[in-house]
Each structure stands twice: as C-alpha cells, then as structure tokens.
Nanobody, 126 residues
Framework: QVQLVESGGGSVQSGGSLRLSCAASGDYYCMGWFRQAPGKEREKVATITRGGITTYADSVKGRFTMSQDKSKNTVYLQMNSLKPEDTALYYC???????????????????????WGQGTQVTVSS
C-alpha cells in the first residue's frame, strides 16, 4: 500500500519560511506538491523527477524550492517569502512518468500522479 506522509505545515507571518517534507513508502518517477485553497481548484505547485528535474508554478518561482533525498524516498518543499495567497492545504503526490513524444522524454503532468497524501495546512497571515 502506497503511503505518503507529509509534515512541516503550520502558521507563519507574511515573508516567513516553512519547509514541508513528504516521506514515500516507495520510489516513484514523479513526486510533486499540490495545493488547494478554500473555494479554489487544486494547483500544481512543484514537481521533481527521479533524475532531479524540477518544475514550478509561476506563482512560486524564485520563492519555493523542491528537492529530494532518494536514500530516504523523501521530498521537500522549501517555501520562502511566503504570502497570504500561499495559504492552502498542501498535498504531496507520487506517480509514474508519462512519455512525451514531442519532448522525447518522460514528464510529470498532473495526470501522472496516482497517489496522494492527506495534506498539511499552511497558513500565512499578513
């Protein structure tokens, strides 16, 4: 049974930092962080491939950094310069890559994620 255990959420003031962690029960090509705020659709925040290629939502580029420790099957999301609009429930997700004929490589679109954690709340106050 796949398990994704998130930790590190909490409350912080605007401009502060938090670090999220997600420990997976196995090794997956795609790992990602998603978030959902009340009344809004789920948003892909960041992804990382087994090879270490990362992608970020435009809204977090330059502020968030996703990394991994493959020896621990754990991924991290370092969040700096947090803003009130970053407030959301953050989910860790995992899945297999999807091959892109156009790019001739495996990618991690949202449809590639099959497994989800329970979520950890991040609240940023102004």
């Amino acid at each position: 049974q796949v398990q994704l255990v998130e930790s590190g959420g909490g409350s912080v003031q605007s401009g502060g930092s938090l670090r999220l962690s997600c420990a997976a029960s196995g090794d997956y090509y795609c790992m990602g962080w998603f978030r959902q705020a009340p009344g809004k659709e789920r948003e892909k925040v960041a992804t990382i491939t087994r090879g270490g290629i990362t992608t970020y939502a435009d809204s977090v580029k330059g502020r968030f950094t996703m990394s991994q420790d493959k020896s621990k099957n754990t991924v991290y999301l370092q969040m700096n310069s947090l803003k009130p609009e970053d407030t959301a429930l953050y989910y860790c997700a995992a899945g297999r890559g999807q091959y892109s004929n156009r790019l001739r490589r495996f990618e991690c679109p949202e449809s590639a994620f099959d497994y989800w954690g329970q979520g950890t709340q991040v609240t940023v106050s102004s």
